[in-house]
């Protein structure tokens, strides 16, 4: 084993809180430790909430560590009421089974599924749906305290508006995992967001007490913006993995006008750029930050969608903030210069809807070329735009439109 990959994590800024300290430390730095971190499959692609624990598992992979990655298609199926007010929608289990196979498919652009410790994919609905309810809670719900699971920030949020036994078991589900995979793999350590602080606890405290044997807990820090709210929310919902979803341009377009105060944090821990090179690159205080942001954006973008995706992305953009016309991307639309540009719009996907188009065109906010668009009725030809033009949407949205 190479440098404590805690250190390397503490460095980073990843780690939040862990229990057994220093038993931890010796462990990693003399043994392959199996590690896990779960994935609940409720949406058909990860988001950028995944992003950091998954790059963590990529840290320690390259440490040496043997990750496990956990599809949770059992757990899924009554949902984490962790963080939540609101208890989350039931799914099918085709719809369970199709998010799956997206997380995997996502998952291996970041971890490594053969060669030396090749991480292993799991998923809970192997033991978690055929489990016997009866044999479940005498050989391993006995070992849980309702007392202490009700003190448990992950179930306070919700005794207002009421926490119902479904969810309540979920804790227990998801230690039953870790005590699982401790079983079959040798799992000694769960990751995962700050959020999942109690759930992870209570399975390395129940091999513990079950087996007498140690496990461990590891949380990170949860990506926020400066104002303490989730980082990776949109105009168009959640930043997501999924190219279809969110596109490359976006991805990268969101990390590129990141607040400055936060370009150090998610270079650290969004990308693999070296540290002493993130120092050099933050080091300035003034618009010489701008370049820090592009390498951010470009290398996160790189490892999400691909090299050739970033570098199309970054050229897009750069074009777009004061570069040609001629490298911006053309989007072919199925209309003519007739056409109301509120249509050209919504079919361009630059506004959500009809609505928001007119009220960015009110707002003096839209323009074909420098022409700037004055009425919610205006078309290209009408504005004396040619059948080719870039339409720009404020400062920060632009696209290269041909139409037919």
């Given at each position: ?15 939040k809180?862990?229990?057994y300290?220093?038993d ?5 730095e ?6 896990y ?21 990529a ?13 949770g ?11 939540r007010?609101d ?11 199709a ?31 055929n ?16 007392n ?47 959020d ?5 606890l209570?399975?390395a ?13 590891m949380?990170f ?6 104002d303490g ?8 919902g ?21 607040e ?9 821990l ?15 205080k ?16 790189k ?27 053309t ?5 003519d ?24 065109i ?43």
């Open positions: 084993m190479s440098k404590n990959i805690m250190d390397t994590l503490y460095e980073r800024g990843f780690i809180q862990t229990v300290e220093e931890l430390r010796k462990l990693l003399t043994e392959s430790v199996p590690f971190v779960g994935f609940d499959p409720t949406a058909d692609s990860l988001h950028i909430g995944h992003y950091i624990p998954i790059m963590a598992m840290h320690m992979q390259r440490a040496g560590h043997k990750p496990i990655a956990l599809i298609g059992g757990t899924a199926m009554i949902g984490d009421p962790s963080g007010t208890m989350r929608l039931m799914m099918s289990k085709e719809t369970i089974d998010n799956c196979k997206a997380f995997v498919k996502q998952m291996q652009r970041f971890i490594r599924f053969d060669g030396e410790n090749a991480a292993v994919l799991a998923n809970n609905a192997d033991w978690l749906l489990l016997n309810y009866v044999d479940f809670l005498r050989d391993f719900g006995v070992y849980f305290s309702v202490k699971m009700l003190s448990c920030d992950c179930f306070k949020t919700r005794y207002e508006r009421g926490l119902n036994f479904l969810e309540f078991n979920y804790m227990l589900m998801q230690a039953y995992d870790f005590y699982v995979l401790f079983k079959k793999y040798g799992c000694r350590l769960q990751l995962g967001g700050n999942q602080w109690s759930n992870i209570a399975g405290d129940a091999i513990r007490r079950k087996e007498g044997e140690a496990a461990y807990a949380t820090a949860l990506l926020e913006t400066s709210k989730k980082m990776g929310k949109t105009a168009k959640a930043l997501w993995l999924d190219k279809d979803k969110t596109s490359p341009y976006e991805f990268y377009q969101y990390f590129r006008n990141v400055d105060v936060k370009v150090e944090e998610c270079l650290k969004l990308t693999f750029v070296e540290l002493g090179e993130i120092r050099e690159l933050t080091k300035y003034d618009e010489r930050i701008n370049a820090a942001k592009e390498r951010l954006a470009f290398e996160v973008t490892l999400v969608h691909g090299e050739q995706e970033a570098v199309a992305a970054q050229a897009r953009a750069r074009a777009a903030f004061g570069g040609s016309a001629d490298e911006l991307p989007l072919n639309l199925d209309l210069e007739n056409a109301s540009v509120v249509d050209i719009m919504t079919a361009a996907k630059v506004a959500a809807s009809k609505s928001e188009a007119r009220r960015l009110e707002g003096g906010g839209v323009k074909l070329d420098e022409i700037k668009v004055g009425g919610v009725s205006d078309t290209p030809k009408s504005v004396g735009a040619g059948k080719t033009f870039v339409l720009h949407k404020g400062k920060k949205v632009h696209v290269k439109i041909a139409l037919k």
